[in-house]
Structures are given as structure tokens and as C-alpha cells.
């Protein structure tokens, strides 16, 4: 396994393996490895005849109150889990050589970067938007796979590249979850055993929604009530957002359908986590 800083070094890299016909699959992550991106690498590895993990913690994607200082890194874990899913290049450049003095431009996908996490966390999407257009640029990626926990950030990455004409396929992989049903997340290393139990408000809250969903419920405020006092009757649990809406635009719903998406925000102490599930998925 080679792992590669420089931008130049890397683009090098990949102009010689698109010369030798290779195929590039490519898993852009921030580090700190877990099983959910394990998932993405594994997936890469059978899809492409090379497969290259990014790991950057890209500034321009966080608040200036938002927790990019203390944000959880492991280089030499995230290697170790890399080698083992067959991981061919770790690309991980600074944020200097990323982000130059001069630096000025940025990707905007408009509306659907309006809502959920980018009405919390404003540029947020900016932030991603632009770090994966230059991530493609240096990977030259002829597939990228994201996980679906992030999904408004799949939506708006699938948006930028059909916009764009970037000559990538966008692969969406499913939520990987702990045995309880906490969704798998790099920030879940910030929750103390208490705060972890109340963490399983989330996924309690969407076992809730579709559970009554399946009995027949489609009235999405009474659905979304349901899931705020679930949620609300744990100790040190707020809802940032907890809304239903339709899983292509974005947009909210008063009646819920199999192509609705429920998406939740809950800050647990001082940790913000994210879940969501699409009603008529199986799971
Ligand atoms: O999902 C993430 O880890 C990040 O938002 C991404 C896509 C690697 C961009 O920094």
C-alpha cells in the first residue's frame, strides 16, 4: 500500500494507472475508520482494478464553533484497516497544500443544500461540495462510493456530478449500524457510556416512525411528534431537525410515501449526530 501527500505525486499516480487501463474506485473519508467505511473499501476493492482511500479532514466544511480542532484522527489505525480491505493508495495531503494562500473558489449545489444539515451548518455543503470536486480532479476516480447516512450529502454529490458532466459513477452504500442500532460514525468516539445509551434515540426514533408507518400512519406531523418524544424524554438529547420529506427533492411532505426520507439531527451533550432512513427501503 502507497500512501501519497502531494497532489502532483498523486495525479501522477493515476495518469499511470489510467494508461495501463485500470479501473480507479475511489472512498473519500475524513479518517478514523470504522466499519461503515470498511464497507465502502470492500465494495471498492471488487469494483475496481485499483482502489484509492482518501483521508482528509477538510476544513472548509466546518463552522468556525464546530469541532474541526478536536475532530478524531488515527493515521495509523485507518492504515491498518486500509491494508486490510485491500487498499492500494491512501491520499492524504495537508489542508495547506489543499487549500493554498489565494484559494478562492467554491462548488454550490443550490437547493438541495438548503435544508436539514445545510440549514444547521451553513456552507457546510460548500465545504464538501468543492473538497470532492478536487478530490476527483486529483484521484481521477472512475467510481466513488459514499455511505447513505450522509444522505443529503450523497444527493447533493450525485446532483453536482450529473450537473457538471464529471465522468464518475456515484455509488450510495447502506447505513452500517452497531449491533444496538447506532448508526457508525467517526464522532460516536465522543460519547460517554451514558450518552452513547441516549444516542439510541436516533435509530429508536426511526424504528418508531416505521414501525407505525407499516401499521398504516401516513400523517407526517403525527409521525414527527412520535419521534420528537421519543427522543426529547432522553437525558441530554436536543433535536436539531427531525423531518420528513421526499427523498428526491428535498422537499417536506404532509403525507408520507415508500419514497419518503426521514432525517434526524440530535445533539447528544456536545455531540451532533445524524440518521435518516428512506420508509420504503427494507431496513
Ligand atoms: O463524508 C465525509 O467523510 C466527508 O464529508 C467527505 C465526503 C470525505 C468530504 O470531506
Redesign the pocket.
Known sequence: MNIITSIAEMQQAALLLKRAGKGIAFV???GYLHEGHASLLREGRSRGDSLVL?I???PI?FGPSEDLERYPRNLEGDCAIARECGVDIVFTPTAAEMYPPGFQTAIRVKELALPLCGASRPGHFD??AT??TK?FNIVQPDLAL??KK?FQ?LAI?RRMVADLSLPVEIVGMPIVREADGLAMS?RNAYLSPDQRQSALSLSKAIRLVRERYAAGERNAARLIEAARNLILAKPAATIDYLELRDAATLATVSDVSDTTLMALAVIIGTTRLIDNTLLGDER
Open positions: 473519500p473519508t475524513m482518501s482528509f479532514v477538510n466544511q465545504g464538501v473538497v470532492v478530490l459514499f455511505g450522509d450529502q454529490i467517526s
